[in-house]
């Protein structure tokens, strides 16, 4: 059994931790009743999340495969990529069991538990969006031993699942699921002299991303569909990509 696949041991979360989620959750529940993307809304009123303590995965699991087929097993963090792809081609969500601590309440680095499960599970009762995300999966899983080919994947990667903004008739509302639990990026977004760039599947693979810290920059959908679209033709602008890397390299050497 892979070393990262770990029981969620519910007795070593502290009246602290309880107090956290406590007050990550009523936080984001201010927040979300103006600020946050409407399918993102939908999702995180259907799982019902126990705002009071930690959420128990096992429970969560179970509402969550009943609304959309999808469970989640218990991790002790990030998994490796190839792990993680196939996790997702096979409807199973990795959530992390720890959870931030005080100093991480407003920007967090690592995923913890209110991350996977506050801002990825609920837009996995979407089932474009979790379409979207297997698709992705499949395409990214061809490519994992290729570290320039994931370094573009995850550009998608980071700027739909973790950093996107949806047009909402005329607001920009996040899905981005490193958006929605960050009280410092949901305040970002609202300053005008961030940019905001319409969504565009070539410009997003050439635009290098910072996860330690708050964005500079962010991609704009206006529905889901733009977002498959982009798959379309990610393989061979992929090949595009690393044919013309290459070319630099060799280049270079002359
Ligand atoms: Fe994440």
């Keep these: 059994m892979a070393n990262y696949l770990i029981n969620q041991d519910y007795s070593t979360y502290t009246q602290e931790d309880h107090d956290i989620w406590k007050m990550l959750c009523d936080r984001q529940s201010k927040l979300t009743t103006d600020k946050i993307a409407k399918q993102y809304l939908e999702g995180f009123y259907q799982l019902e999340i126990d705002k009071a303590r930690v959420v128990k995965i096992e429970e969560v699991s179970k509402v969550l495969k009943a609304i959309s087929g999808w469970t989640l097993v218990s991790v002790s963090g990030l998994l490796p990529a190839k792990d993680f792809f196939q996790m997702i081609i096979n409807k199973c ?26 801002g990825h ?25 290729d570290d320039r080919a994931v370094d573009y994947l995850a550009r998608l990667y980071w700027f739909t699942y973790e950093m996107g903004i949806i047009s909402e008739n005329g607001e920009n509302k ?3 699921a490193a958006i929605v639990t960050s009280a410092e990026e949901i305040a970002n977004i609202q300053d005008p002299g961030i940019p905001k760039h319409p969504f565009d599947i070539d410009q ?19 529905s889901f569909d ?7 033709n990610l393989e061979s602008k992929l090949m595009g990509q690393l044919m013309e890397k290459t070319k630099e390299l060799y280049e270079g050497k002359c």
Aim: proline fraction near 8%; glycine fraction near 2%.
């Design 174 to 176: 996040p899905y981005g």
């Design 93 to 118: 969500y990795p959530v992390t069991v720890s959870l931030r601590k005080p100093h991480e309440i407003d920007f967090s680095e690592q995923p913890d538990i209110f991350h996977d499960i506050c």
């Design 226 to 232: 733009d977002l498959f679209s982009s798959l379309e």
């Design 121 to 145: 599970l609920p837009l996995l009762t979407n089932e474009k969006f979790a379409q979207f995300l297997t698709a992705y999966s499949r395409i990214a899983i061809k490519y994992v031993n």
């Design 204 to 222: 997003i693979i050439c635009t290098e991303f910072t996860p330690y810290s708050i964005q500079k920059e962010y991609f704009v959908i206006n």
